[in-house]
């Protein structure tokens, strides 16, 4: 949350007072088709169609569904059924049609996976409790600072979402606890950003893990990711090396413009100047994204790479 949405109220309260007046708006807009689709590699082509509605139409806003629609998919200029799976490089059009709504169309291209280079992990304990007569009782603090190289595919204008997951012993003996990842060490999460935006975010609440290739095409980048105050605790009678497998497993996606696109639109509507502005009515709300050729929707896709790190020999050293 930016901090402008702390300031911005209290400042203009008074301001604004007497401002505001009803306003029953009349506006001839006809519904559009809405096409909505995250196209995955290896995975069968899911397409959502929906459409428009004004937003003070309260039916439409509970049920917009689209009854009679058609949707085509066409791969590399060629038709295909629902059973196809995409692959990286393809060119996907998509059209849906409904007499009611008219005709919607979009395209991506999906990208190709970026490989996961050289990974290092440097942990530090940060406090630490061990019990007595059980083999394996302890409560561990620590923090976890990787470095993780991106290839970037040389030749294309590549874009990335990086997420991540912990994963716990397969035993109720024992728990990992992975903490929020601390934004503020990698800088290229904050490309977005303008000056004067970069000076108003709360990184607190910051949690934006896109990223172009604009600073290092076709070369790999190191992000550092830094997590703090994660825990280990366990507690077993006897020594069991299974209790003390767990990890973390990073995803890197690359992601299409449309994708990426979408989640900077995202981020200016919840945490940049722009949506703080127009909460208090001194700015226009932004208009949202769409490569859907109605204006409304988004066609996107991606391509995935995982890495799975495991703390298991950083945790052997305490039993």
């Not at 169309?105 to 007569?133: C, S, Y």
């Not at 409560?139 to 970037?152: Q, R």
């Not at 366990?234 to 209790?243: A, F, G, M, N, P």
Request: charged share 20%; aromatic share 14%.
């Amino acid at each position: 949350m930016a901090i402008l949405k702390y300031i911005l109220p209290i400042l203009l309260a008074t301001v604004l007072t007497g401002c505001y007046e009803d306003f029953n708006p009349d506006v001839d807009t006809k519904p559009v088709l809405c096409m909505n689709s995250l196209i995955t590699v290896g995975e069968p082509i899911y397409v959502y169609v929906s459409r428009s509605w004004l937003f003070t139409d309260k039916q439409a806003a509970g049920n917009h569904q689209v009854t009679d629609a058609k949707v085509t998919v066409i791969v590399n200029g060629n038709v295909v059924d629902a059973d196809y799976l995409p692959q990286e490089g393809d060119k996907i059009y998509i059209i849906a049609e409904s007499r009611t709504y008219g005709t919607a169309t979009a395209e991506v291209q999906v990208p190709f996976a970026a490989p996961i280079g050289k990974v290092n992990l440097t942990p530090t304990v940060t406090d630490i409790w061990k019990g007595l007569h059980y083999e394996m009782l302890a409560d561990i603090t620590f923090d976890l600072n990787f470095e993780l190289d991106v290839v970037d595919h040389p030749g294309y204008d590549n874009y990335y979402n990086l997420s991540y997951e912990k994963n716990n012993p397969d035993s109720n003996d024992a728990k990992f606890t992975l903490n929020r990842l601390d934004v503020k060490l990698e800088p290229i999460f904050k490309e977005h950003i303008d000056v004067l935006e970069s000076i108003m975010v709360d990184e607190e609440s910051y949690d934006f893990l896109y990223f172009s290739d604009q600073q290092f095409a076709g070369k790999a980048y190191t992000l550092h990711l830094n997590f703090t105050d994660n825990y280990y605790s366990v507690s077993s009678r006897y020594y069991d090396e299974s209790l003390l497998d767990c990890g973390i497993t990073f995803c890197l996606s690359t992601i299409s413009r449309s994708y990426y696109n979408w989640a900077v639109y995202k981020w200016n509507v919840t945490e940049g100047i722009i949506g703080d502005l127009a909460e208090v009515g001194l700015a226009e709300s932004k208009w949202g994204y769409s490569n859907v050729s109605t204006g409304a929707g988004v066609v996107a896709a991606k391509s995935e790479t995982q890495y799975t790190v495991s703390l298991k020999e950083f945790l052997k050293q305490f039993f």
